[in-house]
Structure formats: C-alpha cells, structure tokens
C-alpha cells in the first residue's frame, strides 16, 4: 500500500530523490515523512510534512534535504542534496492516513537503500 523508490548508490556531493505512494482506497492523508536507520543504529527521524505543511527535519539534513508531497498523488518525496557518506542508511516512508472503511493509522513503506560512497 505504500510503495518506495529511488535509493540506490552515489558519490559523496550527489544527489537522489526518494519517492513514496500511497494507494489504494484512501479516505485522506495527513502527515508524511521519512525516517532511516544506518547499520547498527536506531531508527531516525529525517523529515516530517503535516498535512498543514509544517515541515521538520533532523539537524543533521537541514539544508540538504527537502520533503515535499503531491496530495493529489497520495506521495511524499525527499529530495536529498550534498549527500555524505554518514547519510547512508535505508530510508523508511511512513504516512498517516486513512483507509476506506479502516481507523486512520500509520502506514510504512518498505524501504529504500542509500549507500553514499566517499
């Protein structure tokens, strides 16, 4: 129900877009974002954009990487700029929404892998 692309392997300095749909019969969306986890850490949260367009990110990307969504989609995006090898991680969409006939609940994508080689 929620499909993930765009990770994959790129030099330190590049650039990749993630994306994240959501589909099937969805009543509405509320907040979208990205969490990821490095080998042997914890989970993290990246960036987060709520249904009012407030937006968070972790200190750590702020001024690298941007989120935006396309509600008419049901898809959150994460552009990711100057990357570094410390990004390196797979990267979890996550969205709050509601199902047709189901309470509202958080819904996670499957993954995607960023490796940033230096």
């Known amino acids: 129900q929620l499909q993930a692309s765009g990770g994959g392997l790129v030099q330190a300095g590049g650039s990749l877009r993630l994306s994240c749909e959501a589909s099937g019969s969805i009543f509405g969306t509320y907040g979208m974002g990205w969490y990821r986890q490095a080998p042997g850490k914890q989970r993290e949260l990246v960036a987060h954009?709520?249904?009012?367009?407030?937006?968070n990110y972790a200190d750590s990307v702020k001024g690298r990487f941007t989120i935006s969504r396309e509600n008419a989609k049901n898809t959150v995006y994460l552009q990711m700029n100057s990357l570094k090898p410390e990004d390196t991680a797979v990267y979890y969409c996550f969205v709050d929404l509601k199902f047709q006939g189901r309470p509202r609940d958080f819904y996670w994508g499957q993954g995607t892998l960023v490796t940033v080689s230096s």
């Open positions: 954009r709520s249904s009012g367009l407030i937006t």
